[in-house]
Structures are given as structure tokens and as C-alpha cells.
């Protein structure tokens, strides 16, 4: 059952090309700015997880970084949902998972019996590959999550809270006339941009996106991808993506998955460009997965 892993996960994480918050990732000095673009979000060190008897995540360790995005990649089944959902404790609801290993974020400890699992979910909000509105109208969807954390109650903060999560979200403009129909009515590009509009409204740091434009054409992916950049000023970013280009073109760290491993994680730029593992080349070259 157990993995092996070296002694330093630090070290560890170097020898695979991770990098350390504040070190410069890919060789060359960070700017003052690309350094306060750098603080630690999420820690992670020696994670294992199991469905049952069967070991889906193994010994994974990966520092993730605030207001950067951050794409997860690998074959099918590699584990990479699995691992999202580690980082709002989702797997909770599976009765058959058993876990081992730290996830910390902003220094606590997310597994800890101290934490605070709604509360915690309001600081992680999630974004799922097939866009679900609650069946309400567009202002409810947005409205309902706020009220039930007491961020808002007078109707004209609700109201201010509204068109300033869909003006985020971008889509304020084409919604603004019609707050009352249902979110069911939007087309599937504005139906995910709406429930980014409700991952955002409750003020959460961080935002998991599972695969959020695998079931979009591609204008639809290309408004998401333009939204995400704009998104990672105010919020760290976590995607699944199964897309190569939208990982080569959107994320600033890339971590790549295979049989439940992280076998590699860097600078974006530099793993599409000259990856250190074999296996990385094969997948993002398209011979495998
Ligand atoms: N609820 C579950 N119960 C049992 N096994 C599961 C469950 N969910 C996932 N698994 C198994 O865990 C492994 C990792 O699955 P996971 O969905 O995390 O992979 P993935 O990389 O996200 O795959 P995909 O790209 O196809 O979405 C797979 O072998 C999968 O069959």
C-alpha cells in the first residue's frame, strides 16, 4: 500500500522539476512582481488516497500558488479529479475513501477535525464539467449561496452582490434584462459562466474548475479561457483539462498525472517546451492517452 517517498518532500518535489514558492521556477530570477505572484496557497505533502483497497493517489506532493492558475493533466483515470477533490475534502461523500497525507491551505491543516467543512467549501468553490444552474431564476442562483453564509441579507446588498458577481463573471451585460428568468433558459456557455458567477459570489480563494469547457464549442471555451485569465487577479485557480492547448494557453503551472503520481509539475511554458520526463513528451505530444 504504501509509496515510497524520499524523506524531504522539498527535495522530492525539486528532483521532479516542482517548484518552491519563492524560488524561481524555471531558471531564471522572478521579478518583484512575479514573486508577490508567487505566495502559497495550497501544500501538499505525501498524499495518499484509496477507494477502497485500490490506491488512487500516490504519495503526491505539490505546492499550488495564489493567483496563478494551475492545469492538471493526464490520461483518463490518472487520478486528477480524485486529487480536485481533496482540496474541498468532496471525497468526504464517497464512503469508500480513506485518506492519508497533508493538505494544507494558508498554513491549516483541511483534514483536521477543527476545520470546518461548509466553511471550508465557501473558501474552495467548484466548477464541474457540465454546467448546473439550480433550477431558479439567474439572480436566485447567484443570491442564494451569499444569504445562506450571512454574507448578505438587505435585498439592495443581494442585489449589489449580484450584478457584481455576473459582471466578473462576464455575463452582466447579456443577463442584466432578465435576472428573473431561469438559469435553466441561458445557452451552455452562459449557463457555465453563471455558475462561475455563483463559485465567485461567495468570496471563495480559491476556485477547482473540473474539465469547465469540455462540454463547450469552442467561442464558449475561448470567453471561459479569457475569463479565468481575468479571474486569477482576484483567485487561485486549479483545471482539469483533457485540451493540451487550453492548458499551453491558460495555466502558469502545469502538473502532470499518470497511475495516480505526479511525475511532473512546472512552469507551463517550460514543460510544453522542453519536458523533463518521458512520459510528459509522449502525452502532451499526442503519442499516448
Ligand atoms: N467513486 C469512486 N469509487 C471507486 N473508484 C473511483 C471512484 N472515482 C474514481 N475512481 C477511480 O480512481 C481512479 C482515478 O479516477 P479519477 O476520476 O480521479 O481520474 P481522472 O484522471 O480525473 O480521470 P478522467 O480524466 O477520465 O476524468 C480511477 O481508477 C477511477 O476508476
Known sequence: ??????????????????????????????????????????RVRDLDLWYGTTQALKGLNIDLFQNNITALIGPSGCGKSTFLRCL????????????????????????????????????????????????????????????????????????????????????WEEVKDKLQAPGTSLSGGQQQRLCIARAIAVQPDVILM???????????????????????????????THNMQQAARVADYTAFFHLGEIIEYNDTRVMFSTPANKKTEDYISGRYG
Open 1 to 42: 500500500m504504501n509509496h515510497p517517498v524520499m524523506s524531504d518532500p522539498v527535495m522530492n518535489n525539486q528532483m521532479r522539476g516542482i517548484p518552491s514558492p519563492g524560488t524561481p521556477a524555471i531558471g531564471q530570477p522572478l521579478t518583484t512582481n512575479e514573486q508577490a505572484c508567487h505566495e502559497l496557497s495550497i
Open 88 to 171: 474541498n475534502r468532496m471525497n468526504d461523500l464517497i464512503p469508500s475513501v480513506s485518506l492519508s497525507g497533508l493538505v494544507e491551505m494558508d498554513g491549516r491543516d483541511v483534514n483536521s477535525s477543527k476545520m470546518d467543512e461548509i466553511a471550508l467549501r465557501r473558501r474552495v468553490g467548484m466548477v464541474f464539467q457540465k454546467p448546473n444552474p439550480f433550477p431558479k431564476s439567474i439572480y436566485e442562483n447567484i443570491a442564494y449561496a451569499p444569504r445562506m453564509h450571512d454574507l448578505v441579507s438587505r435585498k439592495p446588498d443581494q442585489d449589489e452582490l449580484v450584478e457584481r458577481a455576473l459582471r466578473d463573471a462576464g455575463l
Open 210 to 240: 473540473d474539465e469547465p469547457t469540455s462540454a463547450l464549442d469552442p467561442i464558449s471555451t475561448a470567453t471561459i479561457e479569457d475569463l479565468m485569465d481575468r479571474l486569477k487577479e482576484k483567485f487561485t485557480i486549479i483545471t482539469v
